[in-house]
Nanobody
Framework: QVQLVESGGGLVQAGDSLRLSCAQS????????MGWFRQAPGKEREFVGGIRWNGGFTYYADSVKGRFTISRDVAKNTMYLQMNSLKFEDTAVYYC?????????????????WGQGTQVTVSS
């Protein structure tokens, strides 16, 4: 059973930076995608970005492109989300996710495994 554990959320001011981590364990497939999603109160869960574990190819939502960067540490089985120039509208619960395969899908139902989420609050 794949387990994903996020960490690193918190309260920051607009313009600040924050880095989220997602540690994975229990994975048995070699080709997989990991993604970051977020969900603000009253809104649907939305795709933030994803990474193809083998090779490190990344893909981002337009709303975060140029501000957020996804990376991974293969030895630590951990994915990161570096968030710079944070805006009030980035406030949400951030979830990491995973699925087998090689295509970075954007719909949440493309992903089979989810972490518990970590709150990011940006004050204006």
């Amino acid at each position: 059973q794949v387990q994903l554990v996020e960490s690193g959320g918190g309260l920051v001011q607009a313009g600040d930076s924050l880095r989220l981590s997602c540690a994975q364990s229990g994975r048995t497939f070699s080709n997989f995608i990991m993604g970051w999603f977020r969900q603000a109160p009253g809104k649907e869960r939305e795709f933030v970005g994803g990474i193809r574990w083998n090779g490190g190819f990344t893909y981002y939502a337009d709303s975060v492109k140029g501000r957020f960067t996804i990376s991974r540490d293969v030895a630590k089985n951990t994915m990161y989300l570096q968030m710079n120039s944070l805006k009030f509208e980035d406030t949400a619960v951030y979830y990491c996710s995973a699925r087998s395969g090689t295509v970075i899908g954007t719909p949440p139902n493309n992903y089979d495994y989810w972490g518990q989420g970590t709150q990011v609050t940006v004050s204006s």
